[in-house]
């Protein structure tokens, strides 16, 4: 048939080209059925002759079409009418990337933020075994509205052509059977070139291009011929996008050049780990906005002693220097769940500087015997890779909190942050003067960061030997305080344990009324007895406190769904991301409240990035319950049924009378549709402890059992209680 506008294919009618490519040629059309246009790729002639090219084509398709990406153009279907086999899919109304970039590169803010879109596309694809293989600008789309769009996703794997030699004839096609190279010649990663297998860190590379075009206006590869811009490709190494725009951030040149390796081994292995990093970048322009602030990860110490049982004495020395620098103003901190994940990964100390964003790193060792320590602690330059200060400790035990200062002074000075007279004042003031009080408060902090039952009630007992030691050590008060509100919430809900919730954290504030941590403490204490109003005092003291501490935004945030706010609990959670982007949790139960506003798209994104943050976790710490039950929330809830239930129970199998692990099973096997298991789950939780009468009220995972008599009875048992 002639293709021409006018033309009716099946139930389209043509009305203009609008674009051409290897792909076939692309015509806006009208879906005479629908009555919406849409847009027609022709596929090429020797592609749609043959069968099994065309087997191959029709199963991408699907997987493509399948992943409703909101960054990825929507295949509608595919077919064929009067001998042309074409695929229909949604008709964009932009420009490429190809078309906006500037001749000096993109401003930053818009870089990482187009970026961080195509990065997240890329890792929802990956996680499908659906790989691009011919990322560039021309094949990603800005729409009229803002949108990033990325085209022909999955769908380069299927061209058929066999190359020349290099030579000038050689085209910057793309090619599909094993061993022919696959994409466009100038974002070709060099596996490709060598008419190797392409996987994902194929796609890193063409990714790593891209980023280095945005930044500079310009490719980190050329030449006057092809076998001269391959080589290039093969063998050139990359001059640092700072070096063009002295304004970039040093890390994103360490970027660029991870996504750029020549050795796939060595590259940024997934899109999942791009996805962070480029998260972390925004984070430090936000807080330091020309990237030029000093700025610190502080690692856990290693423990020297014989007996190998001073791991949380070496991580709580970290913490309380960790917490003494998050205070201060010039001076910007990785968090400790950051900082931390860094323990045992093998890394140097230049990888752990790029992988955290910052320009120093204090690592250090611990040997205690008895009452002596020998404390040792260097400083390092990232960048550079030497060493800024270093030092050595011999004191007794009682001095651990003067060294503790020291180190943080001298870390001050090496960086030149000038400090206020009240950070001056602050830096000096231990929590405690109790070394044995202090022993048992890291204990505490160790067993409380298990975050399950036995934990809790092991640093129960912790904090309550420190307060015996030192009634008024208030960091130990706030400890006692959360450990009680853990039991009240998942074990045992009673008036005596809410009663030591609200005593101990009301006690931390008079101690120290300063301390953002205990009134965040006492918010969580106040909101069990549904004084919602009191409870908000507090976090908004916090808040005021200290803008930056990760729990005051996260529990207000869990404070303000219980109550069914859920604009103000995203503003919360979101700012909390923003503040930890390792955290897995706030991601999450964002998406969760988007579905509940009706924004399934925006739910979508959270909860995919919120599912590759637990399971990065999960590959360090593969016993994290609550990254097990989390992420399988998320993947249940964007319809990976039955990897999300797999998740599920592997958390079961680990802790299988923890209340809190039983509610969220009932909200995940309810979302999947599978109603009396999750009714089995919540009366198991409820019989286990959990009382939360506001999640029951207003928690949307649980709207399909919700008018289950099981479920209603449930609900007045609670309100009796409360009553």
Known sequence: MPVEPGALL????????IGAGGMGVIWKALDTRLQREVAIKLLPEDLATDAESIGRFEREARAVAALNHPNIVTIYSVEEAEGVRFFTMELLVGRTLHEILPKGGLPLDRLLEISAVI???????????????????????????????????????????????????????????????????HYMAP??????????????????????EMATGRRPFEGESVPALAASILMDAVVPPSRLRPELPPRLDHLVARCLEKDPALRIPTAQELCTELAEIRRGQAESPRGTGPSIAVLPFSDMSQAKDQEYFCEGIAEEIINALTRLEGLRVASRISSFQMKGAGLDSREIGRRLGVTTLLEGSVRKAEERLRVTAQLIDVQEGYGLWSERYDRDMKDIFAIQDEIARRIVEALRVTLSPSEQA?????????????DYYLRGRKFFNQYNRRGVELARRMFQHAIELDPGYALAHTGLADCSTYIYMHVLGTDEIRESALVSGRRAVELDPGLAQAHVSLGLALSLTRDHDAAEREFETALQLDPRLFEAHYFYARDCFM????????????????LRPEDYQSPLLVGQIYEDLGQPEQAAVHRRKGVRIAAQRLEFHPDDVRALYMGANGLVALGERERGLEWAQRALGLDPVDAMLLYNLACIYAIAGRPEEALDF??????????????LQHDSNLDSIRQHPRYQALVRQLEETAA
């Not at 075994?129 to 509205?145: E, F, M, Q, S, Y």
């Not at 061209?159 to 030699?165: D, E, I, K």
């Not at 596996?191 to 280095?212: H, K």
């Not at 939780?685 to 999640?695: D, I, Q």
């Open 426 to 438: 602050a830096m000096g003031k231990p929590a405690t003067t109790d070394v044995q009080a202090y």
């Open 10 to 17: 099946a139930h389209y009618r043509l009305i203009e080209k």
């Open 563 to 578: 109550q069914g706010k859920l604009e103000k609990a995203l503003e919360l959670y979101d700012r909390a991301s923003e």
């Open 119 to 185: 990065a997240d596309a890329l890792a929802a694809a990956h996680e499908r075994g659906i790989v691009h293989r011919d990322l560039k600008p021309p094949n990603v789309v800005i729409t009229a509205g803002g949108r990033v769009k990325i085209l022909d996703f999955g769908l380069a794997k299927v061209r058929r052509t066999t190359p020349a030699a290099f030579g000038a004839d050689w085209t910057t096609g793309a090619w599909a059977r094993e061993g022919q190279l696959v994409g466009t010649l």
């Open 191 to 212: 596996e490709q070139l060598r008419g190797q297998p392409a996987d994902q860190r194929s796609d890193v590379f063409a990714l790593g291009i891209l980023l280095y």
């Open 682 to 695: 919540i009366e198991r939780s409820v019989r286990a402890g959990m009382n939360r009468l506001g999640w």
